[in-house]
């Protein structure tokens, strides 16, 4: 069956620290996401991809950017992370915008 | 104000009852319309989309949509257990620059009682 994994599913990193999170969908999905989930936030668009080459920055770009190589994987890069980027990350892919998202089961990431 | 609002809840509701989950949004040209059910330390998951106006039902779940309110809710029917959730509404934007954009309330939670 067609998913969507990311890795890890947990992680503890310190102030400062560059954390990449992995995303790989195996449903040939051109469009895929990025989301930040926070009590009282919701989920918060970081950044999305239309295809190879494609990235455009969502409502909490900064401090993390991506790259899309190929159509199955957008991984998330925080270039130096802060504690204000604690949180769970979900990355999505849909085949067509609008369209059902498909979310990954969550990345939950701690900075201390 | 904030683009998609929704009660955060708890909404209780006995097992056998009608859950009624709303959502408002304040772009008036948005388009499409989602409710994902999200369950503790899950990831989301589709249940409803909703283009256009009126009811829209699948099984025990009926979604209701009024642009010119902007108001789009979620009933769900004959509630179980099973139902304890999270109700995330979702609307994706319609003004340029936009269309790709699904904004996200933070998410009413539901808990069905025996």
């Known amino acids: 069956d067609a998913e969507i994994t990311q890795s890890p599913r947990h992680k503890i990193t310190e102030t400062g620290r560059q954390v990449t999170l992995a995303c790989h969908q195996t449903w040939n999905h051109n469009n895929m996401f990025w989301y930040r989930q926070d009590l009282g936030h919701g989920l918060r668009l970081i950044h999305y991809?239309?295809?190879?080459?494609?990235?455009n920055k969502g409502e909490v770009s900064d401090g993390y950017s991506v790259s899309r190589s190929n159509t199955e994987d957008l991984p998330l890069t925080l270039e130096s992370a802060a504690s204000s980027q604690t949180s769970v990350y979900f990355c999505?892919?849909?085949?067509?915008?609008?369209?059902?998202?498909?979310f990954g089961e969550g990345s939950r990431l701690t900075v201390l | 104000q904030k683009e998609v609002e929704q009660n955060s809840g708890p909404l209780s509701v006995p097992e056998g009852a009608i859950a009624s989950l709303n959502c408002t949004y304040s772009?008036?040209?948005?388009?499409?319309f989602f409710w994902y059910r999200q369950y503790s330390g899950k990831s989301p998951e589709l249940i409803m989309s909703?283009?256009?106006?009126g009811d829209k039902e699948d099984g025990r779940f009926t979604a209701q949509l009024n642009k010119a309110s902007q108001y789009v809710s979620l009933l769900i029917r004959d509630s179980q257990p099973s139902d304890s959730a999270t109700y995330l509404c979702a609307v994706q934007g319609g003004r340029t620059g936009t269309a790709s954009k699904l904004t996200f309330g933070t998410g009413t939670r539901l808990q069905v009682t025996l």
């Open positions: 909703i283009y256009s106006n």
């Open positions: 772009d008036r040209v948005s388009q499409s």
């Open positions: 999505a892919s849909t085949e067509r915008v609008p369209g059902e998202l498909f």
């Open positions: 991809s239309y295809g190879v080459q494609d990235t």
